[in-house]
């Protein structure tokens, strides 16, 4: 699978990012990327963030596809797995139970059409 390997969110809050076999992507407010192949993606950012607890990740896919969305610590660590599977077309949500400790957090959403990922932050 697709795996984390870093980001750096600027002083302007777009988050710039890498991971592994898909290269260095943007990501500013409400994101969405297309590939060569036509496929559109979208996740909003994380609701509320800061955080100190339940976090709600919103997200739309254009067609049916095996979709990931994880949770990463700063350090790449995998924290969270939130979806993992076949999910239809359409808009989806759905929820993380921060029980992690403080800090940034990226949660990645990953389907073979792309990946898009924002950070979170949970306090305390």
Do not use: K
Not at 49 to 68: C, D, E, I, K, Q
Not at 82 to 102: I, R, V
């Amino acid at each position: 699978g697709v795996g984390w390997a870093g980001f750096i969110e600027s002083a302007d809050r777009t988050l710039f990012g890498g991971s592994l076999g898909h290269g260095l992507w943007r990501a500013s407010g409400a994101v969405a990327t297309e590939s060569p192949a036509g496929f559109a993606l979208a996740l909003d950012l994380p609701a509320p963030n800061p955080s100190r607890g339940s976090v709600r990740v919103r997200f739309a896919l254009p067609s049916a596809s095996a979709t990931t969305v994880a949770v990463y610590d700063a350090l790449g660590r995998r924290v969270a797995v939130l979806a993992d599977g076949l999910l239809g077309a359409g808009d989806h949500e759905a929820q993380w139970e921060a029980d992690a400790a403080a800090g940034t957090y990226v949660v990645q959403l990953a389907t073979p059409g792309g990946t898009l990922a924002r950070a979170v932050t949970i306090v305390r």
